[in-house]
C-alpha cells in the first residue's frame, strides 16, 4: 500500500500541497483529477523523490518509498534526438533482458526501426510506456497517459492497467478526461488547495462528475456573443 | 547579465583576461591578410548563417519587409570587420563588404535538407549506453567525418592530425547539453559514484579508439613530435571529463544545459591558452565533486 501523510510541497513561497493525505491500495487502481495547476504532477513527481517536501511522510507497504520501486511515465517525456525506438528500448532491456520487445510492439505498432524524432505525440507516449512497463515494478504511476493516444490505444492501454491490478500492482493514474478514469479505476480522488478534499469510490462517481461540472461558468452564452461575428 | 550571473564575476574576470590577447591576436593575424579576402571569408560566414537560418517564414509573417531586418543584423556582426577596414584605408573593400551583405539579406532561400527518419546503420547492441555518442555522432557525423578524412588525408602536413583531433574534441562537447530521463542513470548505474567513473571511462575510451587511426598515422610521420601529439590527446581527453562532470553537476532530468555551453566555452579557451590550463583542471575536480553530490539526489 501507498501511502502519504500530511504532505506539504512549496515552490519558494507558493504552498502547492498542504498537509495532503491520502492512500493507493496494492491490486487497485487510484485515480486523482483536479484542475489545471492543482498539484497533481507536484505530487507524483514528489512521490518519485523529484521534489524533496518540505514536510510529510511518504510510504510503501510500511517503509520509506524508494524510486526503484516506482515506474513512472511522464506526461512529457524526453527523448535523445536520432535515437531509434528500438535502441530506446534496448537501454531498458541491458537491466530486464526478459522483456519481449517484438511481442510487447505487435501490441503497440510501433516503427522501432525509425528516429523517436519522427513519431508522433501518441507514439512518444507509447514507446515511453513499453520502456517503464517492461520495469515491472511494484508502483506504477501514469501522468496523463491517454494524452494522445488514439481510440484503439486507448483501449489496450486500459486493458494492460486492468492485467496488471490484477497482479497486485499499486496503479496511481491522472487524466484530465474524466470518462477514461471513471471506466478503469477503484476510486478517484479530487485534489484541490492543496489537499485531497474528496473521494469517490466507484458508485459515487456521478457525484465527482456533478462535482467538476459545477466550475461551468452560468454566463459563457454571453461571452460567446460577445465575441460578435458576421 | 544573466550569463556574467551563471558564471561569476572570478570567471568573468578570467575570461576577458584570456580573450582580450585572443582578440589582439586575431586583428594582428588580420592585419597581414589582403582586405579582399577577409571580406570574402566574412560574406561566406554571413552567407551561411542567411542560407540556414529557418526563421524566414516567421520574419515574412511579422514583418513587411523582413530584408531590413536581415541586413540590420548582419550590418551589426560586420561592424568589427567593418571598423577594421576603415582603419586599413580599404574602402573598395568596405563597399564590397556592405554591397555583399545587402545581396546576401534579399536572397528568399532556405538550404533544407531531407531528413532521413531511420539510421544507416546501427550500433551494436549493448552500445546503446552510450546514447549521448549515438545520439551526438548521428547529429555531427557531418561535421565529423569531413574533418576526420581531411585530418588523414592531409597527416603529410605536421599540423593537420593535431589539429582535427581538436576540432573532433570540440565537435563532442555539445553531446552531453541533454540531461537524460533519470530512469536512465539508474539502468547504468546503481550508485552516483559507479555511475560517474563508469561514464567518464566509457567516453574517453570510445574518443581514444575513435582518434587511434589519426594517432597512428600521425606516430608513423612524425614520430619525433610525439609529445606534441601527448599534449594534444592530453588536452582532448579532458574535453570530455569536463563536459560529463560538468553536466552531471548542473543535472535535471529532461532540460538542455544551454548555460553550460558558455562555460565549456571558456573552460576550452583556458585549456588551449597557456599558463591557464591549470584553471579547467581544477574546475574537472570542483564539477566532480558537484556532480556527485547531484546525483545522490537522483540515485
Known amino acids: 500500500m501507498l501511502s502519504i501523510k500530511n504532505l506539504h510541497v512549496a515552490y519558494g513561497a507558493k504552498q502547492v500541497l498542504q498537509g495532503l493525505d491520502f492512500t493507493a491500495n496494492a491490486g487497485e487502481i487510484t485515480g486523482i483529477v483536479g484542475l489545471n495547476g492543482s498539484g497533481k504532477t507536484t505530487l507524483l513527481n514528489t512521490i518519485y523523490s523529484e521534489i524533496n517536501p518540505r514536510e510529510g511522510e511518504i510510504s510503501f507497504d510500511n517503509q520509506q518509498i524508494i524510486p526503484t520501486s516506482i515506474a513512472y511515465l511522464k506526461t512529457q517525456n524526453f527523448f535523445y534526438q536520432r535515437i531509434t525506438g528500438a535502441e530506446y528500448l534496448d537501454l531498458f532491456r541491458m537491466r530486464h533482458p526478459n522483456f519481449n520487445v517484438e511481442e510487447w510492439n505487435a501490441v503497440f505498432r510501433l516503427p522501432l526501426e525509425k528516429w523517436v524524432d519522427s513519431y508522433s505525440t501518441g507514439m512518444k507516449k507509447k514507446l515511453a510506456f513499453m520502456g517503464i512497463l517492461s520495469l515491472n515494478r511494484d508502483v506504477i504511476i501514469l501522468d496523463e497517459p491517454f494524452n494522445g493516444l488514439d481510440l484503439e490505444t486507448n483501449e489496450t492501454l486500459k486493458n494492460i492497467l486492468k492485467i496488471l491490478r490484477s497482479k497486485q500492482k499499486t496503479i496511481l493514474v491522472t487524466s484530465h478526461i474524466l470518462e477514461t478514469l471513471t471506466t478503469i479505476c477503484d476510486r478517484i480522488y479530487y485534489l484541490n488547495d492543496g489537499i485531497m478534499q474528496h473521494h469517490f469510490e466507484a458508485k459515487d462517481y ?25 | 547579465m544573466r550569463i556574467l550571473a551563471e558564471i561569476g564575476v572570478v570567471l568573468f574576470v578570467l575570461l576577458m583576461l584570456v580573450l582580450f590577447p585572443l582578440a589582439m591576436g586575431v586583428l594582428a593575424q588580420l592585419s597581414d591578410m589582403p582586405p579582399m579576402l577577409a571580406v570574402g571569408i566574412t560574406l561566406a560566414i554571413i552567407a551561411s548563417i542567411h542560407l540556414n537560418r529557418q526563421d524566414k517564414d516567421f520574419v515574412k509573417l511579422i514583418l513587411q519587409r523582413p530584408f531590413l531586418m536581415f541586413l540590420m543584423e548582419y550590418l551589426v556582426l560586420i561592424l568589427p570587420i567593418a571598423g577594421w577596414l576603415v582603419y586599413s584605408r580599404a574602402a573598395w573593400a568596405l563597399l564590397a563588404l556592405v554591397v555583399g551583405v545587402c545581396v546576401v539579406a534579399y536572397v528568399p532561400v532556405t538550404v533544407k535538407f531531407r531528413k532521413r527518419e531511420r ?12 546514447y549521448e555518442w549515438i545520439s551526438g555522432w548521428r547529429k555531427s557525423a557531418v561535421w565529423m567525418v569531413p574533418t576526420y578524412l581531411l585530418g588523414a588525408a592531409l597527416s603529410g602536413f605536421t599540423a593537420a592530425i593535431p589539429i582535427a583531433l581538436m576540432v573532433l574534441g570540440l565537435i563532442t562537447l555539445d553531446f552531453y547539453m541533454d540531461c537524460e530521463p533519470r530512469i536512465f542513470l539508474e539502468l547504468y548505474s546503481r550508485n552516483a559514484k559507479s555511475f560517474l567513473r563508469k561514464k567518464i571511462i566509457a567516453h574517453v575510451g570510445i574518443f581514444w579508439l575513435a582518434c587511434l587511426p589519426l ?28 563536459s560529463i562532470t560538468l553536466k552531471y553537476a548542473s543535472y535535471q532530468p529532461n532540460i538542455r544545459l ?9 573552460m576550452v579557451v583556458f585549456l588551449c591558452t597557456p599558463f591557464t590550463q591549470p584553471v579547467p583542471l581544477v574546475m574537472t575536480v570542483i564539477y566532480y565533486r558537484r556532480a556527485l553530490k547531484n546525483l545522490r539526489k537522483y540515485m
Open chain 1, 206 to 230: 456521478h457525484q465527482l462528475e456533478a462535482l467538476l461540472t459545477k466550475f461551468e461558468y452560468d454566463d459563457l452564452d454571453r461571452l460567446v456573443e460577445g465575441l460578435g461575428g458576421t
Open chain 2, 119 to 130: 539510421p544507416l546503420w546501427r550500433f551494436p547492441k549493448g552500445f546503446t549506453r552510450n
Open chain 2, 215 to 242: 594517432v597512428f598515422l600521425f606516430l608513423i610521420f612524425y614520430y619525433e613530435y610525439w609529445y606534441v601529439l601527448l599534449v594534444v590527446m592530453f588536452v582532448v581527453s579532458v574535453f570530455p571529463v569536463l
Open chain 2, 258 to 266: 544551454t548555460q553550460n555551453a558558455f562555460t565549456m566555452g571558456l
